[in-house]
């Protein structure tokens, strides 16, 4: 006991102390869209942080009755699901081809994907719409989902080829010994080590897809039921706004979102702190 309360310092207070508040600041918008889902329109604007005198539903069911909220639902799981599949299909094997395939083309790869990174999403908008039209995938599903796989290899070859870098090279010639192919090899001995890393990145992913608004607002056809980012935000007008709508999906939108990370917690933790000290 004496020992422990030597190593106690001021400074793990003053490290709690921040810890707390920040956990707070993050916490009370989460707070206040959850009592808001379940206040009128009216109460909202009159004393917006104040808690619901009653356990007032309505906001749910004009949800669904003024929009095409179902809908909504179904292609935000569809676009997160499929893009997320392919992400850990195409992006993993990426980079072990960099990470294993050590040559000057290999590192260009490495590099120009990197760069990639550094460009911001606003300033390459237009181009992507415009190539998109080209290839005829303006409007429909498959044009978010091509840009979100794209625009993931670019992190996701960072934090894998940090993770392969510890995997040593005498497991996958043991597997190749014992007769496995370069496919199997990775597939069957190497990529389930990856586990924490590939954790991470559907958890970093599925979230910014779930969480997009502006893909497919712009990518998806007009008129027409989209994401449910999208379909929330249509509640919000120039002169009027339905608060108590826009909260209740609000909390509708989190709950998946809440889900997806408390089943891959441990493996994001796993994931950044390795990654981090391997890269």
Known sequence: MERAKKRVKPADFLLLAVTIILAVLFLYPVFFALISAFKSNGDILKNPSGLPTSF??????????????TTAILHS??????????????????????????????????TYFLAGM??????????????????????TM??????????????????????????????????MIDGCTPFQTFWKVTFPLLGPCTGSMIILNGLNIWNDYLMPYL??????????????????????A??????????????????????????????VTAGAAKG
Not at 243 to 269: E, H, M, N, R
């Open 56 to 69: 007032y539903i309505q906001n749910f069911k004009d949800l669904f009755q003024q929009s095409d909220f």
């Open 77 to 110: 799981v569809f676009l997160t699901v499929v893009s997320e599949a392919l992400i850990v299909c195409i992006v993993p094997m990426a980079a072990y081809g960099i990470e294993r395939g050590k040559s000057k083309i290999t590192s260009y790869i490495y």
């Open 118 to 139: 550094m460009i911001p999403f606003h300033l390459y908008m237009f181009p992507l719409f415009k190539e998109m039209k080209m290839f005829h995938i303006f409007g």
């Open 142 to 175: 498959a044009g978010p989902i091509v840009c979100y796989i794209s625009g993931s290899v670019a992190f996701g070859c960072l934090l894998y080829c940090s993770f392969l870098k510890g995997i040593p090279l005498e497991v996958e010639e043991a597997a």
């Open 219 to 240: 990518a998806l056809p007009s008129g027409k039921a989209k994401t449910i980012t999208v379909e929330i935000a249509s509640f919000v007008g120039q002169y009027t």
């Open 242 to 271: 339905r608060w108590d709508i826009v909260f209740a999906g609000t909390i509708i939108s989190i709950v998946p979102a809440l889900a997806i990370f408390c089943a891959f917690q441990k493996y994001f933790v796993k994931g």
